[in-house]
T-cell receptor, first 114, second 116 residues
């Protein structure tokens, strides 16, 4: 079975632009979470979506938004990019019903803002 | 709010030896999950081991084991017989027990180097 897939793997944007990152969860997983990992730090929680509804939001500005589609894939949008948004963006999926707490991560999208 | 602290930014160990990575956390909840995730240069976070707070027995997965001290809010990872493939960043993480809440709170990580 395929794991969590993210696209694109790398991208470069300039300040003020907008970016959309995409994530496909493991088949059967209905929960998708997004994390931002700045170089040298641990991942920071941005959003969680479960059954197409937002279940959690981290301490990020309104420039960050996300949504989940009927097939449980998800998009993360960041508007008005700042240099500080440069980071690895990780998507994770989970089977909430299993309630093991384990998240399965993709390989991330590396965003560079110039 | 929960916090997770990893006080060792870097650790190194000789191949085949044992190393222990430290993690402390702060929470007012009585039940929760704790995890150790490994992040190799390929960037993908991989679960190493999981501990449920209501279980007193320390979790073990092959060469990986934890020392869970609930009262001290300590959760260390022991890697036995270290192998070159163990070289990676290791993150300790906390999760509340609430059903449907999949938010993880991570520490800042420990970079583990294996010396051949």
């Amino acid at each position: 079975d395929a794991g969590v897939t993210q696209s694109p793997t790398h991208l470069i944007k300039t300040r003020g632009q907008q970016v959309t990152l995409r994530c496909s969860p493991i088949s059967g997983h209905k929960s998708v979470s997004w994390y931002q990992q700045v170089l040298g730090q641990g991942p920071q929680f941005i959003f969680q979506y479960y059954e197409k509804e937002e279940r959690g939001r981290g301490n990020f500005p309104d420039r960050f938004s996300a949504r989940q589609f009927p097939n449980y894939s998800s998009e993360l949008n960041v508007n008005a990019l700042l240099l500080g948004d440069s980071a690895l963006y990780l998507c994770a999926s989970s089977s909430v019903q299993a309630n093991t707490g384990e998240l399965f991560f993709g390989e991330g999208s590396r965003l560079t803002v110039l | 709010a929960q916090t997770v602290t990893q006080s060792q930014p870097e650790m190194s160990v000789q191949e085949a030896e044992t190393v222990t990575l430290s993690c402390t956390y702060d929470t007012s909840e009585s039940d929760y999950y704790l995890f150790w995730y490994k992040q190799p240069p390929s960037r993908q976070m991989i679960l190493v081991i999981r501990q449920e707070a209501y279980k007193q027995q320390n979790a073990t997965e092959n060469r990986f084991s934890v020392n869970f001290q609930k009262a001290a809010k300590s959760f260390s990872l022991k890697i036995s017989d270290s192998q070159l493939g163990d070289a990676a960043m290791y993150f300790c993480a906390y999760r509340s027990p609430n059903f449907g809440n999949e938010k993880l709170t991570f520490g800042t990580g420990t970079r583990l180097t294996i010396i051949p």
